[in-house]
């Protein structure tokens, strides 16, 4: 008969020696089978390890992220907000600049225009008599216009300007001189009270004599930058 071969099994042996003097030998068998799932066990143990530290690395960085994706939102958010708020500055500025130029320029064509009604009133083109008259011719010599006026009208200034002179007058009893300030002379001669005074200043339509019925004549003259010239090519008379 054939003899029958055993199957040899294998084992590890560990010996554990020790330093001291009197210390014995320990051996200990370990079946190959309990190393190998050792060390399988080992390798999950170790992987799962691994696989946990991957993973909370994963979630730090994906909760960073989100930290950071947030405080930007935040950020941005702010800068929009203080974006906003600038622009409203600014267009409360702009419109408070537009109000000003509005105002400058109103107050420059306001200006502008009470120049010219200024500038107009000191041209002397207004009759020199309240109520009606009646012409009578001039004798000769430098240019005059004569007017007999009703009991109770007043001799006024055709424009604005300064009393330059007052004067005697050996016809008319009186005469006022007015400067007009822009090469323009007016003057009136009356028997009548004068009513102004030299140097004082007078508006077109002022008072410079009273007419009653001893001293209703009028001699009106107008010089122009120094040389007589008729008043009756300046004056506006209506009706």
Request: hydrophobic share 40%; charged share 20%.
């Amino acid at each position: 008969m054939a003899r029958r071969k055993h199957k040899r099994k294998n084992s590890h042996v560990v010996i554990v020696t020790s330093d001291a003097a009197d210390a014995g030998t320990r051996q200990f068998r370990i079946r190959p089978w309990k190393v190998e799932a050792f060390v399988i066990l080992l390798s999950v143990v170790l992987g799962a390890a691994a696989g946990y530290i991957i993973f909370l690395r994963g979630a730090q960085a994906d909760g960073t992220a989100e930290i950071r994706n947030a405080q930007q939102q935040e950020t941005i958010q702010a800068l929009e907000e203080e974006n906003a708020a600038l622009q409203a500055k600014v267009d409360e500025l702009n419109n408070t600049v537009q109000i000003l130029s509005d105002t400058v320029t109103q107050k420059t064509e306001s200006e502008s225009s009470l120049a010219q009604q200024l500038e107009q009133q000191a041209i002397p083109t207004e009759f020199p008599l309240t109520g009606a008259a009646t012409f009578e011719n001039a004798p000769e010599g430098d240019p005059m216009c004569i007017f007999l006026a009703t009991s109770g009208a007043m001799v006024v200034a055709t424009a604005s300007g300064t009393v330059s002179a007052v004067n005697d007058d050996s016809e008319y009893g009186h005469n006022v001189w007015v400067d007009h300030g822009n090469g323009y002379v007016t003057i009136y001669r009356n028997q009548g009270e004068v009513k102004v005074k030299q140097g004082e200043t007078v508006r077109q339509g002022s008072t410079l004599f009273l007419i009653d019925d001893e001293n209703n004549r009028l001699g009106y003259q107008m010089m122009k930058d120094g040389v007589y010239i008729d008043p009756m090519d300046m004056l506006a008379i209506s009706g």
